[in-house]
């Protein structure tokens, strides 16, 4: 509004510089009136930039002016310049005591490309909009150097027992998060937290990104760097994708995945870690994940990790159904094993923590309810075992049910993360034997045997979008999208 039109300034010190390079970037005519002045106003004169009287102050010098700035170190030369300025109705701003009288106040401005903030206190506190000014500045460098980060261990990177004590459950992703949530550079983010994996995923700045802070508060600073990733850029979305499609996970094509993504999201938007980047960014995974397993279903024998624990059984326990077995939860998983039990002719025992589920009167002909803590009456008649349980600590310990178990044998499948079987039942050998995840993995894959073919047409499916993540990206950085052909 200000191009071309002439505006004063009186005064030649460091305030008014401030206003005169400001009056520059919006297009004005500058016209300086003062006896002396910094240095960097007298290379703007002497550059023809601006016209510079070197005078006092005389009341012809608002003539034709629209604005004028009275920016002396004398509060009775900058009374005189706005008593002028008034009387013949030009709008005049005092940069001293007097600003209560003046017409209006310049507000601390940040311009970075096409983004202008102005921070105003209504002129009572010059430093307070100053330092807030200076944060929001730092916080505008660290956006436009900002990209995907994923930072996270998981069964690939080191064994269930090894990744137990990293595991966060809802008080610990909690407090976790409101530390990040403090760091500077750290703009949205959420932790995706499953049986196999504990990862933070941030749209963040490069320092933040690298400083080595999330390692440290995720403790991740404790283990070797190749005990896990950190992931940058499109190869953190394609990271992403492929976890959501279920090709990362222990048994390739699982889809649990993508609800535990989802309410990890729901969790960080509630918590306020996250917003519109966050929530951008799971769409455009679930959107590539549906077509990366549209291409590769073909190509496995998808299957959930309960059916693959019932497959285990199916192939390692001949005369399964002959077997008593016990579930432990009634969570998603273990409602899916009993169902997948029920499916197969099997009956069962199903241990609830608190609320017992609801069985149609069929079901109650082929299911025995047993609350937790009654769980040691029937581990002595227990031929298999399987837990799937949302714990911290073992349900099933050395110490507490050791002596308990089957003499004859049993087959004992810990489905949790963290550990829902004391691991020292790993060791014990003879008639116990025990099957944890990562077990299941290496099972499911020799049986399965097709992972490298599915993986060669997920790197091909992830590079024909790119452009997704690109677009993301420069959202992300405040660029505008380049028009596609």
Request: proline share 3%; charged share 25%.
């Amino acid at each position: 509004m200000l191009e071309g039109r002439r505006v004063l300034v009186v005064g030649g010190g460091r305030v008014g510089q401030r206003k005169v390079e400001l009056l520059l970037d919006s297009g004005a005519e500058v016209s300086l009136v003062c006896p002396d002045c910094v240095d960097e106003l007298a290379a703007l004169a002497q550059a023809g930039r601006i016209r510079h009287d070197a005078r006092a102050f005389e009341e012809a010098d608002v003539t034709g002016c629209a604005l004028v700035f009275a920016c002396t170190d004398d509060k009775h030369v900058n009374r005189h310049v706005l008593d002028v300025a008034k009387a013949v109705r030009i709008p005049c701003c005092c940069a001293d005591g007097n600003w209560p009288d003046g017409d209006f106040v310049t507000p601390a401005i940040i311009r970075t490309g096409d983004v202008l903030i102005a921070v105003s206190t209504s002129g009572k506190s010059c430093r307070q909009s100053r330092l807030i000014k200076d944060n929001l500045r730092k916080h505008l460098d660290s956006i436009e150097s900002s990209d995907l980060l994923v930072l996270g261990t998981s069964h690939e990177y080191l064994t269930a027992e090894a990744r137990a004590p990293l595991h966060l459950l809802l008080r610990g992703r909690e407090a976790i998060g409101e530390m990040i949530r403090q760091v500077w550079g750290v703009h949205e983010f959420f932790i995706l937290n499953t049986c196999n994996r504990i990862e933070v995923v941030a749209a963040i700045s490069k320092e933040a990104g690298t400083c080595g802070i999330l390692r440290r508060l995720l403790r991740f600073d404790q283990l070797r760097t190749d005990q896990y990733y950190m992931k940058h850029g499109f190869e953190a979305f394609s990271h992403l994708c492929l976890v959501t499609a279920g090709m990362d996970s222990q048994m390739p094509g699982e889809f649990h995945v993508v609800s535990q993504l989802k309410d990890a999201v729901d969790e960080a938007v509630t918590l306020g870690w996250a917003g519109a980047v966050i929530r951008e960014l799971c769409d455009a995974a679930l959107h590539v994940s549906k077509d990366i397993r549209h291409e590769v279903e073909p190509l496995l024998d998808i299957a959930e990790i309960e059916e693959i624990g019932l497959r285990y059984l199916d192939t390692e326990i001949p005369g399964l159904v002959s077997c008593r077995v016990v579930v432990i939860g009634t969570g998603m998983v273990g409602k899916n094993l009993v169902a997948g039990l029920l499916k197969r002719g099997y009956g069962c025992v199903w241990v609830y923590h608190r609320n017992a589920p609801v069985l149609s009167a069929e079901e109650a002909r082929q299911v025995d309810l047993v609350q937790l803590d009654d769980m040691g009456r029937v581990l002595p008649g227990a031929d298999v075992v399987v837990s799937a349980v949302d714990v911290q600590s073992p349900v099933i310990t050395w110490a507490g049910h050791h002596g308990l178990l089957n003499p004859r044998g049993v087959v004992m499948i810990d489905l949790g993360m963290p550990r829902n079987i004391d691991p020292a039942f790993d060791a014990c050998g003879g008639a116990v034997r025990v099957a944890d995840l990562d077990a299941l993995k290496r099972w499911y894959r020799t049986a399965n045997g097709t992972l490298d073919q599915v993986l060669k047409v997920c790197g091909t499916i992830l590079n024909d979008h790119r452009n997704i993540y690109e677009r993301m990206r420069q959202s992300i950085q405040g660029q505008l999208p380049q028009q596609e052909p």
